[in-house]
């Protein structure tokens, strides 16, 4: 079941599993000598999952490295893993009987998930409404088969064999199954963590955070390999050196393009106020999505972050004018933060917040990717963004594309790269005068020699991401 959710980045129907707690009585060892004596086991091809979990239990739980051997058909031996039927038929023939989910349970004190509803992610996103009714269905089917189970003819064994499974999928359930995936990789039967999506929306991400896919871009509003808060930590925070900006200065001021769901915010006023309780924290964030603060409310909030979420949640809204245009915005403004969230579209806000000369010492750079974004990553709109930054000023985006690169530096900026995470390319980083990494040498051939490496452009600030593709990729056929 992990291995589907690693491979098949599959979403999950949410709420509903098979699992138990407990004893799950139909995923057993039998064995003629006590468990931690065995030394050849011989396994059911018939879950792949339960194989796993004996695994664990042998080689996490005791420590131990038996045999294994998988067996086609059943006869009795000194040590086997049966499941389902042959678990309940054939348990009789064996001295000891230990049931895996109770081992588990024993060990960790959480249920164990023997399977989960998944869907293919292709098919589900062009069958959304397919999809969603079949989850429907399958929860009222199972609450119609247990308000009448009693009157089902079934053996009482079957019947309470069914009633003491779970089928729900909560907290508890998430929890159990990171930590399975997290034995399954220190065992090297998985290579590396799962995120755990789901149907509607929410990804939990490989740190534990939780974050969304947003249907309209096809996107994840944050790399689920490298968790929501790592990757505001490791790839704006401290790209951007909020940590030391607010050791030397009494106010700093950020530019967050890109609200979304307030992490990069959150952790930015965390590591801020870590550095310096005192310091000033000037923050404007800018957000085209009017119900932004709905999807935050809706969302797990990570404990370390609580403090930071008290205040977004606490956003008041209002208004504000800037170069003659009015906007909707969000506002926080107490003690030593000022953070206003500007509702509205992003090359516009930006074009308006430089005419009246506002200057930024950080800039997170952090709408959805250019393929899906294009708009807010052209040539132009740096331009802009440069005349809103101080000499000093780091601009941090996780974005690793040539023709974003390539913009950044046609718009006067020198760039450096940052330490992946979560992933294999580095993140980059922009200045106009400030502290960052040289760009190594095979980055700067790759930019002055790869086709790609064509800025995309959008002089009037006001084209569709589809015409500004289709003139990139005009331009780069000619080469
Ligand atoms: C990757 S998410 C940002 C995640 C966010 N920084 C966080 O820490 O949670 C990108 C965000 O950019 C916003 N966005 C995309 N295009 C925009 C535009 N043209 N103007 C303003 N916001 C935009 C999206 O609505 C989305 O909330």
């Given at each position: 079941m992990v291995l589907q959710l690693v491979r098949l980045r599959a979403p999950l129907y949410p709420d509903l599993s098979i699992s138990s707690y407990?004893?799950?009585?139909?995923v057993i060892i039998g064995c003629?000598?006590?468990?931690?004596?065995?030394q050849t086991i011989y396994l059911t091809k018939e879950s792949k999952t339960s194989v796993y979990l004996t695994r664990v239990i042998f080689e996490?739980?005791?420590?131990k490295n038996p045999e294994y051997r998988f067996f086609e058909n059943y006869k009795k031996r000194q040590t086997v893993l049966l499941i389902g039927d042959k678990a309940l038929e054939y348990k009789?023939?064996?001295?000891y009987v230990y049931d895996l989910s109770k081992i588990w349970f024993d060990k960790t004190g959480l249920p164990f998930t023997f399977a989960l509803w998944c869907v293919n992610k292709d098919f589900f996103l062009n069958n959304k409404e397919k999809v969603n009714s079949f989850e429907y269905q399958l929860k009222k089917n199972v609450k119609e088969f247990f308000d009448n189970i009693?009157?089902?003819?079934?053996e009482k064994s079957r019947k309470d064999y069914l009633k003491n499974l779970d089928y729900g999928f909560d907290k508890k359930n998430i929890e159990a199954v990171k930590l399975f995936a997290k034995y399954l990789l220190e065992i090297n039967l998985i290579k590396t963590l799962p995120d755990i999506r789901f149907t509607d929306g929410r990804v939990i991400t490989v740190d534990g955070t939780q974050t969304f896919f947003n249907f309209e871009y096809n996107?994840?509003?944050?790399s689920t390999k490298a968790g929501a808060y790592t990757e505001s930590l490791y790839k704006f925070t401290l790209p951007c050196k909020v940590d030391k900006l607010s050791k030397e200065k009494d106010e700093i001021n950020i530019l967050d393009v890109g609200f979304g769901l307030g992490y990069n915010v959150a952790v930015a006023i965390k590591v801020a106020r870590e550095n310096n309780p005192d310091v000033k924290i000037n923050i404007i964030s800018i957000e085209k999505d009017p119900f932004f603060i709905d999807r935050i409310k809706s969302m797990e909030i990570p404990e370390i972050l609580t403090d930071e979420y008290n205040i977004i949640k606490n956003l008041q809204p209002s208004k504000i004018k800037i170069n003659e245009r009015y906007y909707n915005t969000y506002t926080y403004l107490e003690g030593n933060l000022n953070l206003l969230v500007i509702v509205g579209e992003g090359r516009e806000i930006i074009y308006n917040l430089s005419k009246e000369n506002y200057k930024f010492?950080?800039?997170?750079?952090?709408?959805?990717?250019p393929k899906v974004?294009?708009?807010?990553?052209?040539l132009d709109l740096f331009k802009v963004v440069k005349n809103l930054m101080t000499e000093k000023a780091i601009l941090a985006t996780y974005s690793a594309s040539l023709p974003v690169r390539k913009g950044l530096i046609e718009a006067g900026f020198k760039i450096g790269l940052v330490e992946p995470v979560g992933r294999k390319s580095h993140s980059t980083v922009a200045t106009i005068n400030g502290e960052i990494p040289d760009l190594p040498e095979k980055e700067k051939k790759r930019l002055s020699t790869?086709?790609?490496a064509e800025p995309y452009r959008d002089e009037c600030l006001c084209e569709t991401k589809d015409k500004i593709l289709e003139k990139y990729y005009q331009r780069i056929n000619k080469y």
């Open positions: 407990q004893e799950v009585g139909s003629d000598t006590p468990i931690e004596d065995v996490i739980f005791f420590k009789k023939d064996y001295k009693e009157n089902f003819e079934l996107e994840a509003y944050h010492d950080a800039v997170f750079y952090d709408p959805f990717s974004n294009t708009e807010m990553w052209t790869s086709p790609l």
